[in-house]
């Protein structure tokens, strides 16, 4: 058993030093314009920052840890299409020929949904998060933000948006190999809406507004994904497992006849 896994090991050891290098490289690059990109990520938050307050470092090391963090997050980035690529080549050998050329679709789709997660929660979700937190409680507290926290706030929720907008090309991929069909996620449907509020209740500020701007577009997307596999994967219609059943039935049929052929 053991032996039969071993190459599947080395290769998903193979898989992880790649995309592992490429990170690294891309972490080394992000961390000499750590500066640029920090001012960047700052943006949404000094916007809805009252003017008598400024972004602070509590700790005498809070400002290296997190160029690290940026750094860290940018090179991420910056290495999904390497990620995604090593991924697929991970998972190829249990494809068929004709599905391991969808490398390339797959890539690209994966990366361009990231980012578009990514997108949605700087330029929509963010600004409107941080609004509500900032001005929570303003008139009796002076606000003063640790750029450590908000930094490791920032990156939680554009990586949990990310992640999330990835469902269609899970779907994808799920469908291609046959493990859902349509059928399945419509009955799941209303399990997911359920799951995905909960998931945004986790990743976005502690108001109904942000928590619906993420939901939204979930629930959008798992819409996506059922049309998805039904393209790729349809369910069987009641003609096919009604013909289904026939076939069985006269496979047992002509099994029970061969058995009796051999006792005779």
């Given at each position: 058993m053991f032996d039969d896994l071993k190459p599947h090991i080395a290769d998903l050891r193979k898989r992880l030093m790649i995309s592992g290098l490429s990170l690294l490289v891309?972490?080394?690059?992000?961390?000499?314009?750590?500066?640029?990109?920090?001012?960047?990520?700052?943006?949404?938050?000094?916007?809805?920052?009252?003017?008598?307050s400024k972004m602070v470092a509590v700790e005498i090391q809070e400002t290296f840890f997190t160029a690290l963090k940026v750094a860290f997050f940018s090179g991420f980035i910056l290495s999904l299409p390497v990620i995604f690529w090593q991924l697929w080549l991970f998972l190829a050998p249990g494809l068929y020929d004709h599905e391991k050329k969808l490398v390339v679709p797959f890539v690209f789709f994966a990366t361009l949904?990231?980012?578009m997660g990514s997108s949605f929660a700087y330029y929509v979700v963010v600004p409107y998060g941080f609004e509500f937190l900032v001005n929570f409680g303003s008139a009796v507290v002076t606000i003063l933000p640790s750029i450590g926290k908000y930094v490791g706030f920032f990156t939680k929720l554009l990586f949990g948006f990310g992640v999330a907008f990835e469902?269609?090309?899970?779907?994808?991929?799920?469908?291609?190999?046959?493990?859902?069909?349509?059928?399945?996620?419509?009955?799941?449907?209303?399990y997911a809406v359920v799951l995905i509020f909960i998931l945004a209740s986790l990743l976005t500020p502690p108001d109904v507004l942000t928590q619906f701007l993420m939901a939204g577009p979930l629930i959008i997307?798992?819409?996506?994904?059922?049309?998805?596999?039904?393209?790729?994967?349809?369910?069987?219609?009641?003609?096919?497992?009604?013909?289904?059943?026939?076939?069985?039935?006269?496979?047992?049929?002509?099994e029970d006849y061969e058995d009796e052929k051999e006792r005779k």
């Open positions: 891309m972490f080394f690059a992000c961390f000499f314009f750590y500066e640029p990109i920090l001012t960047w990520m700052m943006v949404p938050v000094e916007a809805v920052l009252p003017p008598d949904m990231f980012l469902l269609p090309v899970i779907t994808f991929f799920l469908a291609k190999i046959g493990l859902v069909d349509d059928r399945m996620l419509k009955d799941f449907f209303k997307l798992y819409g996506v994904s059922i049309y998805i596999a039904k393209v790729f994967n349809p369910a069987p219609t009641e003609e096919d497992e009604d013909e289904d059943l026939d076939d069985e039935k006269d496979e047992e049929l002509e």
